[in-house]
Structure formats: structure tokens, C-alpha cells
């Protein structure tokens, strides 16, 4: 009887493709693990959850100061321009305002805007940015936050505020 090599038979390879497709996906997710890095999860989470209640303390300092704040970014020179209003007792001669970008920490950008003349306060951009960033505006003391959402690229007024969750 004349029966053919087993490679050229159905069932052996009925009974590897499942096997060799399973190390084809492993090695591909584990080159993507590898290659792009998504962060490692905080080990000091409970820290963490337990700070969250300072922040929203900051929250609503801002709100009894009614501060508000207009932030205009332009494109092209990449001037920041933010006008603030509220009811605080002396302008801080600087204030910090953290660019995060929700999928990459190490996109994250913090620039320093310092006070021009009234209520107005100027910075610049390095780069022009992309896509839709979360901000946050604090004085050096941190004693009060503004928080708000831009889509780069912008050319209107981004309104930030005390956050009411």
C-alpha cells in the first residue's frame, strides 16, 4: 500500500493549525506588549484614592473663589493666552497649566503662564498638539484647581472651571 508522507495528509495539519496559529498570536501580542508600553499599574492605588478627597477640596476652593478662567491657544506662534476672573485677594504672579493627554502619560505637558497685566496671563506651546487633551490649572501652592477639555487644533476660547461632581 502506497500511503502518503504525513505532511501531505489533512488530519495532522487539522490538528496543528490551532497550535501553530496560538504561537503566531503569542508572539504578536507579546512584540506588541513589549513595544508599546501602556504604563504599569500605581502600588500605592489606596494613597491615591485616598488624596482624591484633597483634590476635590480644591475643587471647592475654586468654586467659593468663583474663579473662572478663558484660555485661547494660538496655532500658529503657539502663544497661550488665559484671562482669569474670580474674587482673589492678589493675582499669583505664576500659574501651572498641566496639558494631559488621556491614552499617554509620557505626552503629559506642563507649562508656566505668568502674569502680564489685570487678570491676564501668557505662556507658549512647544509644539503645536493634536487630538483632545485634558487641562488643569493650579497656582504654585495648589491651593485651587480649574479643570477642561480642548481638541486640538483650536482657535476658540477653552472655559475652564471648578469641576461640580
Excluded: C
Excluded at 503569542?26 to 506588549?33: E, F, N, P, Q, R
Excluded at 513595544?35 to 483634590?55: C, H, M, P, W
Excluded at 499617554?104 to 509644539?127: F, K, M, P, W
Amino acid at each position: 500500500m502506497n500511503t502518503p508522507p504525513w505532511y501531505k495528509q489533512f488530519w495532522p495539519w487539522l490538528i496543528l493549525a490551532p497550535l501553530i496559529v496560538s504561537v503566531l498570536v503569542g508572539t504578536t501580542m507579546l512584540i506588541m506588549s513589549i513595544r508599546y508600553f501602556d504604563g504599569t499599574v500605581r502600588d500605592d492605588y489606596y494613597k491615591s484614592g485616598l488624596a482624591i478627597n484633597q483634590e476635590l477640596e480644591k475643587d471647592v476652593i475654586a468654586q467659593q473663589l468663583e474663579l473662572k478662567a478663558s484660555l485661547r491657544f494660538d496655532s500658529l506662534t503657539g502663544d497661550v493666552v488665559l484671562d482669569l476672573q474670580g474674587q482673589l485677594e492678589q493675582m499669583p504672579t505664576t500659574l501651572k497649566l498641566a496639558l494631559e493627554f488621556p491614552t499617554r502619560a509620557d505626552r503629559d505637558l506642563e507649562i508656566t503662564l505668568n502674569h502680564q497685566n489685570g487678570s491676564r496671563y501668557v505662556g507658549a506651546l512647544a509644539d503645536r498638539l493634536n487630538n483632545r487633551w485634558y487641562i488643569q490649572l493650579q497656582p504654585p501652592s495648589e491651593q485651587w484647581r480649574l479643570q477642561g477639555v480642548v481638541r486640538f487644533p483650536s482657535e476658540d476660547a477653552v472655559i475652564l472651571s471648578a469641576s461640580t461632581q
